[in-house]
């Protein structure tokens, strides 16, 4: 009741909104702090049927099915027949089944090529991208860049507080490169406490750049159960993606080397090879 008084008394503000669009954020302003939804659809139609793709007696999702007077020819003839809701019940069961194993596909490929423990990428889907994205390079004349992360000291964690300790800070540490990284970066775990990140279109400057903005973002968050955790990183850039795979993979492992024997906690770009 408490709910269907809140709706009541929201209506007044709907109904004094001047237009469509005003309207319709009212609506949606009135109903978030009483129905929790993740959106809110308003289909201006003359019939609509509304079909659950059931399975295993789960409802997986809905079948929409709408129709306005455009659609046929004669007016009367908008509303659904009990024959037309009968078929789209029946369509609606065999898509739910469609549904169901399409999506455990791709929940099982996502598995294949995930790491269990981040959700980032695993060694094998980032091999693959790099080969893929330095054969773009190649074919449009862009500069590609990888970045190697190492977490320093990390068995140490380990040894003190425990593999509990260790997997917390390898969540932590992969949820910054998500919030560092761009949407076309692609974030890898490549190892136990190595990340990788394949940097399309990025030049050696920018690829440091952004290298150097997650070490700062490390120190800033003070993860680890010391507060005190801090990466080092090796930067490798292939000037038009002429660089061979294998051979940008080792620049950027030797840059990485390089920062742990100057003293961790830092940025190494690797010096720049001709094709």
Sequence with gaps: MAGLEAII???????????????LQAMADALAPIVPYASLVVYEVASILVAPLRVGGRVQGTLNVWREASDVEFAEDVLFTPAEMMLIERFASLAAIAYANSSQREQLRTQAL???????????HCEAALLAVLEDGRRNHETTSIAYFDID???????????????EALRRFAEVLRTHTRAGDLVCRTGGEEFTIVLPRTDAPRARRLAERINEAVRAARLGPRADLTVSAGVATAEDSLDHFDRLVQRADGALLRAKREGRDRVVLADAVSA
Excluded at 9 to 23: M, R
């Design 9 to 23: 008394d929201a209506t007044a503000g709907i109904l004094a909104a001047q237009s469509l669009e005003a309207t």
């Design 114 to 124: 995930t790491d269990e423990l981040t959700g980032l990428y695993n060694r094998r």
């Design 153 to 167: 000291a990390f068995k140490s964690i380990n040894d003190a507080f425990g593999h509990g300790a260790g997997d």
